[in-house]
């Protein structure tokens, strides 16, 4: 008979179960975990504020792990484009827009009256638990106001006093990287990966458009069969702010360098339909190769590119941590902030001199810089036949 466990404020059911592809050991969960559910799969409001494609996928093996055993409601900003990152993700059953604090423009949820919206709003999801990756008292607020009656989160200032379940974060960890940020409040609840892995699979869809694209362009298989990648490599060339936006010229240098080193290789300069000028200057650069395949696809088909490209070079923006989510070689070029760390597959091409943060620290970082590290790893691709 399965035994009842309180884990930090998680009330469980079932026996330890080793998960070695998650690297730790958790408890067994059961559909009828909480005695007062009937059955039923307990709803979990996961709040998740930050408004960034790329702080989501940050967020994203913990959600995952999460809604293996929850049924989620997810409350974030449309500017996370979630469900398209969490297509693949069974388990999530629903969604709550927030619409505050967007990249400097308010909101329906801004404000007094915002905060009362946003309760009713997380009232409407008839959630059992929430639990808040966010050290805000807005979202601890919103939650009590809801009548939510486990309240979990950071608890980092202010938020606290409205949450009543778990344990919280000091003051020191407001300002760590979100992913070592939630990777401790998440052992100290109960939920911690001790190797958190990141997958992001194409839906069937995009994969379909994804591979017609390639078929039409003649963007021939690479390595071994079964394996769905092409021979081609992704450069992105999009970022929210300028500081992080390497050179046009500097692409196109790059895009000279590879097309020489791996002449078969197709070469896709891609980013967001809005970034369009910056993929022209890239193909209009004197020292533009011929065949650059420009690429604004919307962001599932993006994601099945990547999926099937040799690698990604780009910079440090919400593709690089695509690319890494899919598992593929990521070079990023980082010049703004010390190169992220969180997944082995970023490999970073650093400002040279360290002096990371300085106004116009990109343009430090050359193309002969770059094309080192890429054609290392295509040479190392080449070598294992993968």
């Known amino acids: 008979m399965p035994v009842s466990v309180q884990l930090t404020g998680w009330i469980i059911a079932g026996g330890l179960i080793p998960q070695p592809h998650q690297g730790l050991i958790i408890m067994a969960l059961q559909h009828d975990l909480l005695a007062d559910t009937h059955g039923k799969r307990p709803r979990l409001l996961i709040v998740q504020p930050l408004v960034g494609i790329g702080d989501m996928v940050w967020h994203k093996p913990w959600i995952d792990h999460l809604a293996a055993y929850f049924d989620v409601i997810l409350a974030c900003k449309p500017t996370a484009k979630a469900p398209i ?31 009362l919206r946003l309760a009713a709003a997380f009232r409407a999801s ?4 929430v639990l808040i990756m966010h050290h805000s008292a807005t979202y601890a607020l919103a939650a009590r106001f809801a009548g939510i009656r486990n309240r979990w989160g950071y608890g980092i200032g202010g938020g606290r006093r409205w949450l009543n379940c778990g344990a919280c974060l000091g003051r020191e960890a407001r300002y760590e990287h979100p992913t070592r940020k939630l990777a401790r409040f998440a052992a100290m609840n109960g939920f911690g990966l001790a190797s958190p892995i990141w997958r992001m699979p194409p839906t069937d869809v995009a994969q379909h458009a994804a591979d017609s694209w390639c078929d039409d362009l003649g963007i021939p298989a690479f390595g071994a069969a079964g394996t769905g990648l092409r021979d081609m490599m992704v450069m992105g060339v999009g970022a929210m702010d300028d500081e992080r936006k390497w050179p046009p010229a500097q692409f196109a240098a790059l895009a000279a360098r590879l097309a020489d080193h791996s002449p078969n290789t197709r070469i896709l300069v891609m980013g967001a339909p809005s970034e369009q000028p ?9 020292a533009a190769p011929a ?18 490209a040799r690698l990604y070079v780009g910079n440090d923006t919400s593709l690089l941590n695509i690319a890494a989510a899919c598992g593929r ?11 992220l760390d969180y997944s082995d597959a970023i490999i970073p091409i650093a400002e040279p001199d360290g002096r990371f943060g300085e106004p116009g ?3 430090r970082i050359s193309a002969a810089q770059a094309f080192d590290v890429v054609a290392t790893e295509l040479d190392r691709q080449l070598a294992a036949g993968n």
């Open 329 to 339: 070689p990521a070079a990023g070029i980082f010049a703004q902030s010390t190169p």
């Open 85 to 115: 990152l969490f297509s693949g993700t069974d388990g999530i059953t629903g969604w709550v827009a927030i619409e505050r604090s967007l990249r400097g423009k308010t909101g329906p949820h801004d404000g007094p009256l915002g905060l």
């Open 278 to 286: 910056i993929i022209d200057a890239v193909l209009a650069d004197p």
């Open 361 to 363: 620290a990109i343009a």
């Open 126 to 129: 008839k959630a059992d638990h």
């Open 291 to 308: 065949g650059l395949i420009p690429n604004t696809a919307p962001l599932d088909e993006a994601i099945a590119l990547i999926n099937a």
